[in-house]
Each structure stands twice: as C-alpha cells, then as structure tokens.
C-alpha cells in the first residue's frame, strides 16, 4: 500500500479545504441524494468490496458481505437522518429568561465544521468509514479518510463508489499509509477541524496531541458479561459464544470477560464448551467461524496473555492451539484478578470465565476497569437487571443479549478509556457540526398577538 508524503497530506487538505467550501452551498436535499446514490453503488459492489475483505482481514465471506451491505443502508440512514436533523433549527425568545423583554428573537442552525479527519480500525474498515463518512458529508463538511492499514484496499474500493456517484472532488478523499509514520502528521494538520477515530490506545494520545477542535474517540473495551443464578442459560451460553468468538473475537463490543454466580458456572461453562466445539477453524473464504487472527504480532499478543493465565493456575477447557496466525477458540476457566487476561483486550478467540460468589462481586471487576465500553447481563429478573445496569460504568448495557455495536442508529459511546462523545447516526451528524445563532434585535418588545 503506497504510503502518502506529507506534500501529497498538504495537497489533499488543501483541495478538501476549497471543496467544502462549495460543498456546504449545496443544497441539503441534494447532499442526500448523492448519498443515497453512493450507498446503492456501493451495494452493487457488495462481491468485489467483500472480498477485498476476506483477503485483507481474513473476514469470513458471509462476514464480509454483510459488512457492506450494512455500511450501504447506514449511509441511505444518514441521508434521511440528515435531512430531517439538519433541516430544522431553534427559535428563542428573549423574555424566557429572567430580566429580559420579548426584543430579541434567537434563530439557530446547524454548521458544518470544515474538514473532518476519519481513522477507523482494521476490523470494520468499511462500516467504522462509513458511519464517520456520511454523517460528515451530509452535514455539509468534506472528508480525508485515513484507513487502516489492513483493511486500505476494501477502504479504497468503498471511497471509489463515492466517487463513481458523483461526488465533488476534494470532497471526499483518502490518504493511505501507516498510523505510525503519518498519523501525527495527520492529527495535528492546522487544516483539519474535527477527527472521528475508532481504534485502540492510540487515540488515548491523539487526543493528548490534538489542537482545539471536536474529538469523537471509539477506543477499546473490557466487555463484561454478567451471569445471575436466575439467567436462562441457553441465552446466555449462545450469546456468550457468538458475542465472543464471532470475527475470532476481533470485536470492540466482544464479550471480553465472563461473570458467573458460582452456583451455575458448571452448567453454564459445560454449554458454552459443547457450543464451542461446533465452530468451524480455518481460511475466511470457506466462511469458518474462526479464521486466523490479522497479524502475527495480534496472534503472539493473544498467546502472552493465554500463558500468562496458564501460568498462575487458570484452568483451560479446551488444548491451546495455534498454527501461525490461526488460534483455535479456547475457553479459559477459574480466572483471577492477578492474570492479565482478566483485564487485557486479548482481540481474539479466546475468553476469560471469573466466578463470583456475589452480583456486587461482578459489578466490582467490571467497574474497576479501566474501559467502560458495553456490559451486559443474564437475568429472568428485570428489576435486578435495571439496578445492575445504573451500577455498571459503561457506555450500554444490554439485557439479556451479548454487547454489540448495532443497530447503527442507536447511540454508542464508550466511558473512561473507551472513549470521547457518542455515535450513532443521530448523534454523529450532530456532533459534526456546530451551531450558529443570528439575533433579531428588536427596538421595542413584541408579543405574538399583542
Ligand atoms: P489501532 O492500532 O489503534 O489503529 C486504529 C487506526 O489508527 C488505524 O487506522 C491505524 O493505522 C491508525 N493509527 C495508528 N497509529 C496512529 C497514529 N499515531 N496517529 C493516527 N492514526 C494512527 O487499532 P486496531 O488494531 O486497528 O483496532 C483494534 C482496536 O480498536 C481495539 O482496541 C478495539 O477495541 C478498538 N475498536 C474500538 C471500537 C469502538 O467502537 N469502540 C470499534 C472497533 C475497534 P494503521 O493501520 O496504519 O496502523
């Protein structure tokens, strides 16, 4: 993948710069309409797109299909979103606030913000485009999509059908090359007005670096699953596997730890082992369940934290087993607090099972994390659920159902670690935008009817 100059970065703000400008004269109904002919292009090209995917992220096929025609309706979403967020403002009248008459009548809008710098990470490299793509153009701001490394080829075929629908030039772009050689560049670039990245402890310090502009950050997660005596254990143990190892556990939302009341951990621990064994090991393009992991590097992270727990005495259900970046999927009981796997986002198919003797017990764990993406819980009570959920620090938490991402509308948002402002369609074309106010300045009071 060729690695952009700074020059090539300097000339792409620049054109993104002039783009915009025009970019945000045209109409709104117009915007939407070149995004709903970019999301039918880009389902047309659903097969190339997806298997770009599997050859890049080693996606299961039926994965990687999905993944496309998914970003294709978030983008149709958006524009209709868009329209109707960005078509209405506010009207304020003075006299609501204490000491004032009705002179001043406040007329609000929603503005574009320039241009917006997107990052998104290897594992969705075109939905996690998307979902900063469109909320970005329909609000009226041009794009430089930075894509991940792996993951740059299936980015660039997808900017390709923005193009192909017709989007100005400068208004959308990409710049390809390594985060660690021009990220910085990238992030601290006086031309970019707001950064939308999804990613790992990177973006912990992107924020440290970047200047005064509005920051979306969707970092990692320490998903914890939480198990009561009461819980339907079939649920719980299918969720926890698809929630789990589905895309080799490659996921932000992935279950990441599991919490489970002593008294069912047998039973729940015997279900998820038989459900494991049916998952299918090997390449993406004969659409397995688990396929190798995306680098060698991931792969011998995994294995550390898989060693480190065997080590202090953890109790594996199943051989660990590896052939290069392929790990088998391993359940891994009796887990304590001093194992790294307790804490650690491993990012593949391998998960940690700690047993509780009490629910404050599990809360304890989940909240001493430093992430506090999603968590959910297992429970036929939903008064217990209700408490649990207020007591845990995370972003969501779902009842009865394993964390996820979906579906792209509702808000995702991620506390301490895990992030900074919330997605979601809604939420992400607001915050790609600023408001303006005009005032009316009236010589002398005046009340509708008076
Ligand atoms: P990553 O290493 O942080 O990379 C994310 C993106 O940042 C990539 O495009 C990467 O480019 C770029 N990058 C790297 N260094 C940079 C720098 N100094 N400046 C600017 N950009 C830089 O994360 P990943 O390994 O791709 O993805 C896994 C992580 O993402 C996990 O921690 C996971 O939990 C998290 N994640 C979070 C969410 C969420 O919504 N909360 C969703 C998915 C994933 P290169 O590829 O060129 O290095």
Same mark, same amino acid.
């Given at each position: 993948?060729?690695?952009?100059?700074?020059?090539?970065?300097?000339?792409?703000?620049?054109?993104?710069?002039?783009?915009?400008?025009?970019?945000?004269?045209?109409? @709104?109904?117009?915007?939407?309409? @070149?995004?709903?002919?970019? !999301?039918?292009?880009?389902?047309?090209?659903?097969?190339?797109?997806?298997?770009?995917? +599997?050859?890049?992220?080693?996606?299961?096929?039926?994965?990687?299909?999905?993944?496309?025609? /998914?970003?294709?309706? @978030?983008?149709?979403?958006? !524009?209709?979103?868009?329209?109707?967020?960005?078509?209405?403002?506010?009207?304020?009248?003075?006299?609501? %606030?204490?000491?004032?008459? /009705?002179?001043?009548?406040?007329?609000?809008?929603?503005? $574009?913000?320039?241009?917006?710098?997107?990052?998104? $990470?290897?594992?969705?490299?075109?939905?996690?485009?998307?979902?900063?793509?469109?909320?970005?153009?329909? !609000?009226?701001?041009?794009?430089?999509?930075? =894509?991940?490394?792996?993951?740059?080829?299936?980015?660039?075929?997808?900017?390709?059908? %923005?193009?192909?629908?017709? %989007?100005?030039?400068?208004?959308?772009?990409?710049?390809?090359?390594?985060?660690?050689?021009?990220?910085?560049?990238?992030?601290?670039?006086?031309?970019?007005?707001?950064?939308? %990245?999804?990613?790992?402890?990177?973006?912990?310090?992107?924020?440290?670096?970047?200047?005064?502009?509005?920051?979306?950050?969707?970092?990692?997660?320490?998903?914890?699953?939480?198990?009561?005596?009461?819980?339907?254990?079939?649920?719980?143990?299918?969720?926890?596997?698809?929630?789990?190892?589905?895309?080799?556990?490659?996921?932000?939302?992935?279950?990441?730890?599991?919490?489970?009341?002593?008294?069912?951990?047998?039973?729940?621990? &015997? &279900?998820?082992?038989?459900? @494991?064994?049916?998952?299918?090991?090997?390449?993406?393009?004969?659409?397995?369940?688990?396929?190798?992991?995306?680098?060698?590097?991931? !792969?011998?992270?995994?294995?550390?934290? +898989?060693?480190?727990?065997?080590?202090?005495?953890?109790?594996?259900?199943?051989?660990?087993?590896?052939?290069?970046?392929?790990?088998? =999927?391993?359940?891994?009981?009796?887990?304590?607090?001093?194992?790294?796997?307790?804490?650690?986002?491993?990012?593949?198919?391998?998960?940690?099972?700690?047993?509780?003797?009490? +629910?404050?017990?599990? #809360?304890?764990?989940?909240?001493?994390?430093?992430?506090?993406?999603?968590?959910?819980?297992?429970?036929?009570?939903?008064?217990?659920? #209700?408490?649990?959920?207020?007591?845990?620090?995370?972003?969501?938490?779902?009842?009865?159902?394993?964390?996820?991402?979906?579906?792209?509308?509702?808000?995702?948002?991620?506390?301490?670690?895990?992030?900074?402002?919330?997605?979601? +369609?809604?939420?992400?074309?607001?915050?790609?935008?600023?408001?303006?106010?005009?005032?009316?300045?009236?010589?002398?009071?005046?009340?509708?009817?008076?």
């Amino acid at each position: 993948m060729q690695a952009c100059t700074q020059e090539e970065v300097n000339k792409v703000m620049e054109s993104a710069k002039s783009a915009q400008k025009l970019w945000a004269k045209t109409p @709104l109904w117009k915007r939407a309409e @070149l995004l709903h002919k970019a !999301a039918a292009i880009l389902k047309d090209h659903k097969n190339p797109i997806a298997d770009c995917l +599997v050859k890049e992220i080693a996606k299961a096929a039926k994965d990687a299909a999905t993944e496309v025609v /998914r970003s294709g309706d @978030l983008v149709s979403y958006c !524009a209709e979103e868009g329209v109707r967020v960005l078509g209405e403002g506010k009207f304020l009248v003075s006299d609501s %606030f204490p000491g004032n008459e /009705r002179t001043k009548y406040c007329l609000t809008s929603k503005i $574009p913000l320039g241009i917006v710098l997107a990052i998104p $990470p290897f594992n969705y490299p075109v939905n996690l485009s998307v979902s900063k793509i469109a909320p970005a153009l329909i !609000a009226g701001n041009s794009l430089v999509l930075k =894509p991940p490394t792996q993951g740059a080829v299936s980015a660039l075929h997808m900017i390709h059908c %923005f193009h192909l629908a017709g %989007f100005p030039k400068g208004v959308i772009s990409c710049v390809t090359g390594k985060g660690s050689e021009i990220g910085d560049f990238l992030t601290m670039h006086p031309g970019v007005n707001c950064i939308s %990245f999804t990613g790992g402890d990177t973006g912990i310090a992107i924020s440290k670096k970047a200047g005064m502009i509005p920051l979306q950050m969707e970092l990692g997660g320490k998903d914890a699953c939480i198990i009561l005596e009461d819980a339907d254990l079939d649920l719980a143990s299918s969720s926890i596997v698809k929630g789990g190892f589905s895309y080799s556990g490659q996921r932000c939302t992935a279950v990441k730890v599991v919490l489970v009341m002593n008294s069912i951990a047998d039973s729940l621990v &015997k &279900k998820i082992n038989e459900k @494991l064994g049916k998952l299918t090991v090997g390449p993406p393009e004969n659409d397995c369940d688990i396929t190798p992991v995306v680098t060698e590097s991931s !792969a011998n992270f995994i294995e550390g934290l +898989v060693m480190d727990a065997k080590n202090k005495g953890a109790t594996f259900c199943q051989e660990y087993k590896r052939e290069d970046n392929l790990i088998w =999927p391993l359940l891994i009981d009796n887990v304590k607090p001093d194992m790294r796997i307790a804490w650690e986002e491993p990012f593949g198919p391998v998960l940690p099972v700690i047993r509780i003797s009490s +629910v404050e017990e599990g #809360i304890h764990h989940c909240n001493a994390s430093n992430f506090g993406l999603q968590g959910c819980i297992f429970t036929k009570d939903i008064n217990k659920a #209700i408490l649990i959920s207020d007591a845990m620090e995370t972003g969501t938490v779902q009842i009865n159902s394993a964390p996820a991402r979906g579906p792209d509308h509702f808000p995702f948002q991620g506390l301490k670690d895990s992030g900074i402002g919330s997605q979601g +369609v809604t939420n992400s074309i607001n915050m790609m935008t600023k408001i303006k106010s005009t005032v009316i300045n009236l010589p002398t009071p005046s009340y509708t009817m008076g």
